[in-house]
């Protein structure tokens, strides 16, 4: 591993973030912090098809470069000729052998996140400066921002939301200040909050008089959760609008909210950086690492690994009640698809008690 220039201009960066739309939501302020230091490059960012419409609208991002999971033969011959040595700088902000495969095939330097293990020497061989990820007590903006340190030092970092765009007719329409927006579907089973959990919370948010948008995605099981919570809890002031937003929409209708519950999934980090109170529901995950980044912070853990409730900036992060928590699985059966007893015995009571605090209406 070659030793980096503190002192190196760059013109041209590439971010690699082969994952999903939150981890790329949470590399904006390793985004920044490099047009920051280099106000004069072009910053790139290459992840995978789907998951960079978070970065819509970003002032610090020249390009966005999607590509698929599959794509076979054609599409690696076809990104190979457009990546080579295109970049002065790779940011490896992925352990994955295939983001660092992107990094060494796009620029002569190479900074990286590495996982904790052996077979990931030949990565290491390829860098200029690595970043081993730990895992276990660091937040992953902190393990990002740390590809910067040969050049810079940054002391805070802040996410950065996608541009607000105008809402849908479908919906501008219908809003009614103060409105809360609850996120339903997570996108594995183990993060999700029992849907009668979910509606029986909305009821009593209506009945002290706010209305309620349930969020979701365009899936069809988005669709079918929401509106399974929407019949569960029937209420004019209860809208079900999974699906009817792209991201620059959804920060439009966050940034207007009074406040935003959901679980541990990308659009709570969202409304982290959109600067409302945001109520979090966390269960086996430990918020250490994942917890919602909320305002400018300083580069330090923003959460302990475990209490029943914490702030950091205007987040209210809840964990579930057993002592096993957070145990950092997927779930009570570490897979996808398990349930999470943290969770489920996380009562609607508890939620909307926070909740009224977070609204002034304790």
């Not at 990286?112 to 903006?141: F, I, Q, S």
């Not at 802040?158 to 329409?173: K, N, Q, R």
């Not at 109170?277 to 919602?292: F, K, Q, S």
């Not at 943290?342 to 009224?356: D, H, I, N």
Request: charge should be positive; hydrophobic fraction near 40%.
């Amino acid at each position: 591993m070659k030793s980096p220039d503190p002192a190196a201009e760059f013109r041209r960066v590439l971010l690699i973030c082969t994952r999903q739309i939150g981890d790329v939501l949470l590399t904006t302020p390793l985004i920044r912090a490099a047009k920051e230091r280099w106000p004069q490059a072009e910053v790139d960012v290459l992840g995978m098809a789907g998951t960079l419409g978070m970065l819509q609208g970003n002032p610090d991002v020249h390009e966005r470069i999607e590509v698929s999971r599959g794509g076979g033969a054609t599409q690696a011959r076809a990104l190979f000729r457009r990546l080579w040595r295109r970049y002065d700088l790779a940011l490896i902000a992925q352990p994955s052998d295939r983001a660092h495969l992107y990094g060494w095939i796009a620029a002569p330097v190479r900074s990286g996140l590495l996982p904790d293990e052996r077979k990931a020497w030949w990565k290491r061989a390829l860098l200029v400066h690595a970043v081993t990820m730990r895992g276990t007590d660091t937040h992953v903006v902190i393990d990002k921002m740390q590809l910067l340190s040969p050049w810079v030092r940054p002391r805070e970092a802040e996410v950065v939301a996608p541009a607000g765009t105008p809402l849908p007719p479908s919906i501008a329409g219908r809003l009614r200040p103060p409105y809360v927006v609850v996120q339903v579907p997570s996108l594995v089973r183990y993060k999700q909050w029992p849907l009668p959990h979910y509606a029986e919370l909305a009821q009593a948010l209506a009945a002290d008089g706010l209305q309620v948008l349930l969020s979701g995605g365009p899936s069809e099981s988005d669709r079918a959760a929401v509106a399974e919570v929407a019949r569960m809890a029937p209420s004019p002031l209860v809208l079900p609008v999974a699906g009817e937003m792209d991201f620059p929409q959804l920060t439009t209708l966050l940034r207007g909210a009074a406040l935003y519950i959901g679980p541990d999934t990308s659009v709570t980090h969202l409304a982290a950086a959109c600067g409302i109170p945001v109520v979090a529901l966390y269960g086996p995950i430990d918020p250490r690492l994942w917890g919602p980044w909320s305002g400018r912070l300083p580069l330090q853990a923003p959460y302990e690994q475990r209490a029943m409730t914490q702030r950091s900036g205007k987040v209210i992060l809840i964990q579930g009640t057993p002592p096993c928590v957070p145990c950092n699985r997927a779930g009570c059966e570490g897979h996808n698809e398990s349930r999470s007893e943290c969770l489920e015995t996380m009562m609607p009571a508890r939620v909307l008690a926070e909740a009224r605090k977070a609204l002034g209406r304790d």
